[in-house]
């Protein structure tokens, strides 16, 4: 029995290791470039945080615009993380890669945010919005596999 506690513990201490190794788009530490991951979910959308309103999460620095958001994400950080650490979701999906975002460039699917690469007239959330179904389950798939050949 102890045996079993014992290995038990070890694979949930490995999980959680995994997790906070898990590769997250920042800049220096600070996520997100600044912007507050909970004010994309209001109304306002997304807006640049407050680094008096900061907070830690797997190694990364989040900031929020006000006391309020701060405590939503530290109850519930799942909730409101950008999707495959917080790079573009259609480069993701199209060809496994981690490229940069624009933080304004976002889309809320299924209570999740999704970030994408708008820069030189390329807006890859139009081309998203193209194949989404698809995209979104390669796009998966590649988030996935990254991961377990780490």
Not at 22 to 41: E, H, I, Q, R, T
Not at 97 to 107: A, G, L, Q, W, Y
Not at 124 to 133: F, G, H, P, S
């Amino acid at each position: 029995m102890r045996l079993f506690l014992f290995i038990s513990f070890l694979f949930l201490a490995s999980l959680e290791t995994g997790l906070c190794q898990m590769p997250v788009n920042s800049d220096k530490g600070l996520a997100v470039g600044g912007y507050d991951v909970v004010s994309y979910f209001q109304i306002t959308g997304p807006q640049k945080g407050n680094n008096q309103f900061a907070a830690q999460h797997r190694g990364q620095t989040y900031y929020f615009l006000n006391a309020v958001n701060k405590a939503m994400f530290l109850k519930s950080p799942e909730q409101y993380l950008p999707q495959y650490g917080g790079w573009c979701a259609y480069a993701m999906g199209k060809e496994g890669n981690k490229v940069d975002v624009d933080p304004k460039t976002f889309k809320i699917m299924e209570g999740k945010l999704y970030l994408f690469y708008n820069k030189f007239f390329n807006n890859t959330l139009t081309k998203w919005n193209q194949d989404e179904a698809k995209l979104k389950a390669k796009a998966d798939q590649n988030w996935i596999s990254k991961h377990n050949n780490k």
